[in-house]
């Protein structure tokens, strides 16, 4: 089975940047749709942006503009840049991919600045990010 692994998570201040990496393990040589999805404590698990194999990105409209998704050339690492944080960006950051098997029809989309996502199979156990004001 594919496993997803988070790393880079940790504390910054307010303004500052921290970026996550997401490396995939397993048999699949790539993923139609990996991407990022954050959950606040006491809140419901938040899309942040995702990215398909043709090179489409979608962000929230909460990140847009200071978070950047990219893939390394094995298609196997997902990275999350984040700038100019803010504390209402603190969160449990998980990355999630699809499955080969089945992948999703579309990878993510973006509704009043809401992205939602489905289908997606594996997922990390997710690395925290802590920001100060």
């Known amino acids: 089975q594919d496993q997803l692994m988070e790393s880079g998570g940790g504390s910054a201040q307010a303004g500052g940047s921290l970026k996550l990496s997401c490396a995939a393990s397993?048999?699949?040589?790539?993923?139609?749709?990996m991407g990022w999805i954050r959950q606040a404590p006491g809140k419901e698990r938040e899309g942040v942006a995702t990215?398909?194999?043709?090179?489409?990105?979608r962000y929230a409209g909460s990140v847009k503009g200071r978070f950047t998704i990219s893939k390394d050339k094995t298609q196997k690492i997902v990275f999350l840049q984040m700038s100019d944080l803010k504390p209402e960006d603190s969160a449990m950051y998980y990355c999630?991919?699809?499955?080969?098997?089945?992948?999703?029809?579309?990878?993510?989309?973006?509704?009043?600045?809401?992205?939602?996502?489905?289908?997606?199979?594996?997922w990390g156990k997710g690395a925290l990010v802590t920001i100060s004001s």
């Open positions: 999630a991919a699809d499955s080969p098997d089945q992948p999703v029809t579309f990878c993510g989309t973006v509704v009043r600045g809401v992205l939602y996502y489905s289908g997606l199979t594996y």
């Open positions: 397993g048999y699949a040589d790539s993923y139609y749709c």
């Open positions: 990215l398909d194999a043709g090179g489409s990105v």
